[in-house]
């Protein structure tokens, strides 16, 4: 399904259509926002985050987390790297994915100074008076 490289919107659209899963005995989802922070200011920077690791399946030779149905036929369970999608997934499209266990909290409202070029979370006091914090997910 995909090669050595990837491009992040292909995974998170393969994710829409049901042809990546989180296997039953993967964990939900546990980062915090401090993690979550971090991962953005890594892809930012430019910094190596890791790869995916998959397995090509057929869809109905498994059991998945979530209220998602695999698509039929070949589905890919998400086996590492599946903290950094869901992270992803969820602040690129504002919501938790299909397979989604966990706190969506802790990537909900995640800004990014333009000046300063820094992430932090919404913190009325801080971030409301000032124009140059943008909303991620709007901005994505």
């Given at each position: 399904?995909?090669?050595?490289?990837?491009?992040?919107?292909?995974?998170?659209?393969?994710?829409?259509?049901?042809?990546?899963?989180?296997?039953?005995?993967?964990?939900?989802?546990?980062?915090?926002?401090?993690?979550?922070?971090?991962?953005?200011?890594?892809?930012?920077?430019?910094?190596?985050v890791?790869?995916?690791?998959?397995?090509?399946?057929?869809?109905?030779s498994?059991?998945?987390?979530?209220?998602?149905?695999?698509?039929?036929?070949?589905v890919?369970?998400?086996?590492?790297?599946?903290?950094?999608?869901?992270?992803?997934?969820?602040?690129?499209?504002?919501?938790?994915?299909?397979?989604?266990?966990?706190?969506?909290?802790?990537?909900?409202?995640?800004?990014f100074?333009?000046?300063?070029e820094?992430?932090?979370?919404?913190?009325?006091?801080?971030?409301?008076?000032?124009?140059?914090?943008?909303?991620?997910?709007?901005?994505?």
């Amino acid at each position: 399904m995909w090669g050595l490289a990837v491009k992040v919107s292909t995974v998170l659209d393969s994710i829409d259509g049901g042809r990546v899963a989180l296997p039953e005995f993967q964990r939900g989802y546990v980062w915090n926002r401090e993690q979550v922070r971090g991962l953005f200011e890594s892809l930012y920077r430019r910094h190596p985050v890791g790869g995916l690791l998959v397995w090509v399946t057929e869809s109905r030779s498994a059991a998945y987390r979530g209220d998602g149905h695999p698509a039929a036929g070949v589905v890919n369970p998400l086996l590492d790297g599946q903290q950094r999608m869901t992270t992803l997934y969820g602040v690129a499209r504002g919501a938790p994915p299909p397979f989604f266990d966990g706190n969506a909290q802790a990537f909900s409202n995640l800004m990014f100074h333009l000046e300063d070029e820094v992430f932090a979370f919404y913190q009325p006091v801080k971030i409301r008076d000032d124009p140059l914090w943008v909303d991620v997910t709007g901005l994505m």
